[in-house]
């Protein structure tokens, strides 16, 4: 808010993603965002985050659902590589005597829209892709027969301002570019080369496996709250200092066990998590000797011995 008017005018102008515009502009609701992006895929998909998700976002939830259909807006009209039918004949520059069939091909060429004046969306990477069609010359001496024609598919783009544009092209469809990159596969990459749906371009194999790998998002439990980042963390207080806490399970866990208390000579009492000289309750004698102070406590069964 201390920038200027016309330097946060030209800021907001030159945001790229919903992300930037909500910094700028709408910070508290940056996190929300944030965090219903993360939790996309789980909610409705699974059955323990209805019960302690549902209210979560409830005071929220009609702007959430606006940014979600701004951002997949926005992110249909990115700089990215789209499916594209292209002319061979203008393409690879034939001659009038020579023609195909059919005319036109689909590979992936670059376009959408770039947020500064006095730029394009051009390709800074692409690859060959090879495509079977028919070739007829002209005058017609011969059957036309199958050929096959090597054509650039752009791989990865960006907002430039090169000069370098190819000519008008019939855009068919755009790419599927959800919030964490193009999860549908290009099959147009090289041999060799795989479509990494986080780059949403062609690397080599062994470089997509590694960045394909990406964390889930844990599911909140009880006593489980969001931090910044978005990670569940446990937020729960044991009752007493005879319970120790599992950060894992956000479980309060018996500090002492009845083998710890076995060792001090003493009764283990699971109501308090404790060792005790006497027991309030009926004791019981386990088979191993040991001895259990509770209502209702089961002693450990004994693994049998194998021979």
Known sequence: QGAPQSELELK???????????????PRELKLWRCRSKLKSYIGSDSRSTSHRSTRFAAAFYDI??????????????????????????DIGSGTNTFFK???????????????????????????????????????????EPVT?????????????????????IIRRSLPYPEYGCYQENTNCPSGWQWDSNQCECV?????????????????????EFE????????RKCPSIYHVLNKETC?????????SCSKKQKIFYPDTCSCEDHCPFQIKECPNGKLVC?????????RQKTS
């Open 12 to 26: 907001i102008r030159s945001a790229t993603n919903l992300e930037e515009f909500l910094r700028l502009t709408h």
């Open 65 to 90: 659902e606006i940014l979600k259909v701004i951002d997949e807006e926005w992110q249909k009209t990115q700089c990215i590589p789209r499916e594209t039918c292209v002319d061979v004949g203008k």
């Open 102 to 144: 059919p005319p036109c091909v689909y590979v992936y060429r670059c376009g959408g829209c770039c947020n500064e004046e006095g730029v394009s969306c051009v390709n800074t990477s692409f690859s060959y892709v090879f495509k079977t069609l028919f070739e007829i010359s002209v005058p017609l001496i011969q059957a036309p």
């Open 149 to 169: 024609i090597k054509i650039a598919n752009h791989t990865s783009c960006k907002c430039s301002q090169s000069s370098i544009r190819y000519s008008k092209s």
């Open 204 to 224: 080599f194999q062994k470089e997509s496996t590694v960045s394909k790998r990406r964390e889930e998002l844990a599911i909140c439990g009880a006593h489980m």
């Open 228 to 235: 910044e980042n978005c990670e569940c963390v446990c937020k």
């Open 251 to 259: 479980i309060c866990e018996c500090k002492e066990s009845l083998d």
């Open 294 to 302: 509770a209502k209702y406590f089961h002693c450990p069964k004994e």
